[in-house]
C-alpha cells in the first residue's frame, strides 16, 4: 500500500482567507483524489487529479473555490478559497494502487472562525 | 435517496461478540464493494474489497456481497476493543482498465467494543 502524508494536519483559519493543503505519496500514482468529509457525515468526492492535465470536478464543487494543481505523479495539493465556516471540514487525499484499492492520508482538519 | 445507505449506529457490543455492519444501496452499476475502518482523528484504512457477489474472509473479517439484493455485510468474529472505529462501506462502479475511480460512501456506523 502506498504511505500518504498530508501537510498541514490542522489549522484554524478566518473567513475570507485561503488555505493550501499538500499530499505527498512515497509513490508515484496515476490517480489521486481529494475528499472531504464533514463534522458527523460521510466522505464526498471532491475531485479527481490526474497528473498532467486538468482536476475534474464532482458536482457542486467548483475550480474557482477549490483549485487543485498535481504537478507530477507524487504530489498534489488542493486550495479551500475564500473561506466560510461551512467549509470546515477534514479534507482528505486518496491514491490508487492496484485494480480496487484506495488509500488515504491521515486527513486535514480545517476549522473556519 | 441516498445512492449508499448505512445505519450511523452507534453500535456497542461486548468483547468477543461476532459484529454485523451493513449497508444497502440503489446504483446496479456498482461492481467493486470496499469496507473501510476509521480512528477517531485518522484516515480511512482498507480493511476489505469484493468484486460482485460473494464472500471474502481475512482473518477474523469476512466481507459479503449480494448484488441481486443490493446489500453488503462485514462481519467481524471476536471483536476486540481495538475494534471500536468507525466502519464506512464504499462502492465503486467502473469496470476494467485499470482505474476504478470514483467512490461512494456510505455514512458509516460507529462501534465500540467494551471490555
Known amino acids: 500500500s502506498a504511505v500518504i502524508s498530508q501537510k498541514p494536519s490542522r489549522d484554524i483559519c478566518q473567513r475570507g482567507t485561503s488555505l493550501t493543503i499538500q499530499c505527498q505519496v512515497d509513490?508515484?500514482?496515476?490517480?489521486m483524489f481529494w475528499y472531504r468529509q464533514q463534522p458527523g457525515q460521510s466522505l464526498t468526492l471532491i475531485a479527481t487529479?490526474?497528473?498532467?492535465?486538468?482536476?475534474?470536478?464532482e458536482s457542486g464543487f467548483v475550480i474557482d473555490k477549490f483549485p487543485i494543481s498535481r504537478p507530477n505523479l507524487t504530489f498534489s495539493t488542493l486550495t479551500v478559497s475564500n473561506m466560510s465556516p461551512e467549509d470546515s471540514s477534514i479534507y482528505l487525499c486518496?491514491?490508487?494502487?492496484?485494480?480496487?484499492?484506495?488509500?488515504f492520508g491521515p486527513g486535514t482538519r480545517l476549522t473556519v472562525t | 435517496q441516498k445512492e449508499v445507505e448505512q445505519d450511523p449506529g452507534p453500535l456497542s457490543v461486548p468483547e468477543g461478540a461476532i459484529v454485523s455492519l451493513n449497508c444497502t444501496y440503489s446504483?446496479?452499476?456498482?461492481?467493486?464493494f470496499m469496507w473501510y475502518r476509521q480512528y477517531s482523528r485518522k484516515g480511512p484504512e482498507l480493511l476489505m474489497y469484493?468484486?460482485?457477489?460473494g464472500n471474502k474472509e481475512d482473518g477474523r473479517f469476512t466481507a459479503q456481497v449480494d448484488k441481486s439484493s443490493k446489500y453488503i455485510s462485514l462481519f467481524i468474529r471476536d471483536s476486540q476493543p481495538s475494534d471500536s472505529a468507525t466502519y464506512l462501506c464504499?462502492?465503486?462502479?467502473?469496470?476494467?482498465?485499470?482505474?476504478?475511480?470514483?467512490?461512494?460512501f456510505g455514512q458509516g456506523t460507529i462501534l465500540t467494543v467494551h471490555p
Open positions: 486518496s491514491v490508487e494502487s492496484g485494480r480496487y484499492e484506495q488509500y
Open positions: 469484493t468484486y460482485s457477489s
Open positions: 509513490s508515484q500514482v496515476t490517480m
Open positions: 464504499a462502492m465503486s462502479g467502473n469496470a476494467g482498465g485499470t482505474s476504478y475511480g470514483k467512490l461512494t
Open positions: 487529479a490526474n497528473q498532467g492535465s486538468e482536476a475534474t470536478y
Open positions: 446504483n446496479s452499476a456498482f461492481q467493486y
